[in-house]
């Protein structure tokens, strides 16, 4: 038997905010990616939830990113070493804030 969407009628989707910590439908919420590129890993935002790999979930506010930046969460989202370069992933939230 395998387990689909409608698995269990009723339980509605929820992810965490990696900066405020509160949950939200995945409606709600930003996906982001890892991309390695030239020398670093960058934080990229996936608003289609399509792109491969491991996700971690954000609200699109300045506020929810300025908390995970401050956490150091996104390293421990992605469960990837060292500083995360964020700033493309800033400017995509900035944008959408206004």
């Known amino acids: 038997m395998t ?3 409608d698995a269990r009628p009723g339980k509605a989707r929820e992810r965490t905010c990696i900066g405020c910590r509160k949950r939200s439908s995945p409606a709600d919420l930003l996906r982001m990616t ?3 590129g030239p020398g670093s890993l960058t934080v990229l935002p996936d608003p289609d939830r399509r792109a491969p790999g491991r996700g971690a979930h954000l609200h699109p506010a300045t506020e ?3 908390l995970a930046v401050r956490r150091k969460a996104f ?3 992605f469960k990837v070493p060292g500083p995360l370069d964020v700033t493309g992933l800033r400017e995509y939230v900035a944008q959408r804030d206004m």
Request: hydrophobic share 35%.
């Open 64 to 66: 929810c990113f300025d």
């Open 34 to 36: 890892v991309s390695e």
């Open 3 to 5: 387990k689909s969407a």
């Open 75 to 77: 390293p421990r989202a």
